[in-house]
């Protein structure tokens, strides 16, 4: 039979020491649990209440929060506080298990969140120590109604820890990877605005003959064409069963594909049984979702560029 590691596969040079096996409730020093009971108000502005649709990435955006309290609650109702680097993990609801670090910054937990702190132990150390167990924590849920993890349960979580020195190396090489990650996710999410910007100014409005904004060098008015007029329309994939489906020499591109990706994704298709009744997808071919249990889900489009 097999025995547990007590090291990891992957170490800094200079160590070689066994790891110490403990339950989470040995390194926690400190609980914060503000659960319970609700405010009397909730406040548009002010002191912003961590929720669980928050917490999953390293430091929760602030900027996301839709509750918030004012001073006189937080002096009078909360009762516990955070402090930063604090973790927080979700024990109700949906995304329970998941964990993420309190910020630098005033905020509150109130409902369906934990806070653990711990002083013995490098607090980032234990933040990705419990990440990497993520699986065992949501294994924890004890829900009927709505997922659940009893506080109780999760603390006696086994996990291990290693000499400080170790721990801060560790905690601090992986802190640099998620703030390279946060660097590039802010990137992106520019590089997003300045897209919809640009389309916003780069197409005609309803009435108009022209883009507000458009290359040098073009300057004559753009032609109104019905859309069916331009090419030809084919309907998908027709007079099948379930039994047709995920063998066969042909291969069909998949709603989840159309619906996901601008640019259709060129492994984001599915086996399927070939027959000569079918229309055959062609480079350039712009595809649409036509029907959903959802209307925000129909109209979506994706070109295929194979």
């Known amino acids: 039979m097999a025995t547990k590691r007590k090291t990891p596969l992957l170490r800094f040079r200079g160590f070689s020491e066994e790891w110490e096996k403990h339950k989470l409730k040995d390194i926690i020093n400190y609980i914060v649990d503000n659960r319970g009971k609700n405010p009397a108000y909730y406040c548009d502005f002010g002191i912003p209440v961590i929720d669980n649709f928050m917490i999953g990435d390293t430091y929760p955006d602030l900027e996301k929060a839709n509750r918030y309290i004012d001073e006189e609650l937080f002096n ?3 009762r516990k506080y955070n402090q930063p680097d604090d973790i927080l993990i979700t024990l109700v609801g949906n995304g329970i298990g998941k964990v993420s670090l309190f910020p630098d910054k005033k905020a509150v937990i ?96 309803n009435g108009d003959d022209a883009a507000p904004l458009r290359f040098k060098g073009y300057e004559s008015a753009w032609q109104k064409k019905i859309l069916g007029k331009i090419g030809t329309t084919y309907t998908g994939l027709s007079g099948k069963t379930k039994d047709d489906f995920g063998h066969g020499e042909a291969r069909f591109v998949t709603y989840v594909n159309v619906f996901k990706n601008p640019i259709a994704d060129i492994k984001g298709v599915d086996f399927v049984e070939i027959d000569a009744s079918q229309n055959i997808v062609k480079s350039g071919d712009v595809l649409f979702t036509t029907s959903s249990e959802t209307p925000e889900e129909v109209g979506m489009s994706s070109v295929w560029l194979v």
């Open 76 to 78: 009078n109702f909360i």
């Open 110 to 205: 109130i409902q369906n969140t934990l806070g653990l702190r711990s002083e013995s132990n490098d607090k980032k150390f234990c933040y990705y120590t419990l990440l990497s167990k993520q699986d065992d924590v949501v294994a924890l849920d004890r829900g009927m109604a709505q997922p659940s993890i009893r506080q109780d349960e999760l603390l006696d979580l086994e996990i291990y820890t290693t000499s400080d020195f170790e721990e801060k190396k560790i905690s601090a090489f992986v802190f640099t990877i998620d703030n390279l990650i946060s660097l590039q996710k802010k990137k992106y999410k520019k590089l997003v605005a300045t897209k919809r910007a640009l389309f916003e100014k780069m197409f005609p409005k």
